[in-house]
Nanobody
Framework: QVQLVESGGGLVQAGGSLRLSCTASGRTASSYAMGWFRQAPGKEREFVAAITWGGRKTDYADSVEGRFTIDRDNAKNTVYLQMNSLKPEDTAVYYC???????????????????WGQGTQVTVSS
């Protein structure tokens, strides 16, 4: 079992930045590939970014490529999402995700995720 707890959400103006954190607990938490998803009101949960357990490979949704950066600190069992140049359309609840392998099923499939955090709200005002 892996437990995920997100933090760092909030209200920011368009063009601003936020950094989300997700701390994982569980005996093998650092061995999991980690990712971030988001869900806006009335929309399906969508993939944002993912990173291998070793942190050497990342993947991003086209909508955030070049603006968001995912990284991790396995010593702290924590994964981060640095969000820059935020837009109102980035407004959503952001969820931390974990699964056993970075490879295999597409990260665009929310059903491929094994563990979810409770979510943190990000609101970008125009």
């Amino acid at each position: 079992q892996v437990q995920l707890v997100e933090s760092g959400g909030g209200l920011v103006q368009a063009g601003g930045s936020l950094r989300l954190s997700c701390t994982a607990s569980g005996r093998t938490a650092s061995s999991y590939a980690m990712g971030w998803f988001r869900q806006a009101p009335g929309k399906e949960r969508e993939f944002v970014a993912a990173i291998t357990w070793g942190g050497r490979k990342t993947d991003y949704a086209d909508s955030v490529e070049g603006r968001f950066t995912i990284d991790r600190d396995n010593a702290k069992n924590t994964v981060y999402l640095q969000m820059n140049s935020l837009k109102p359309e980035d407004t959503a609840v952001y969820y931390c995700a974990a699964r056993g392998s970075f490879y295999g099923s597409s990260w665009y499939l929310a059903s491929s995720v094994e563990y979810w955090g409770q979510g943190t709200q990000v609101t970008v005002s125009s």
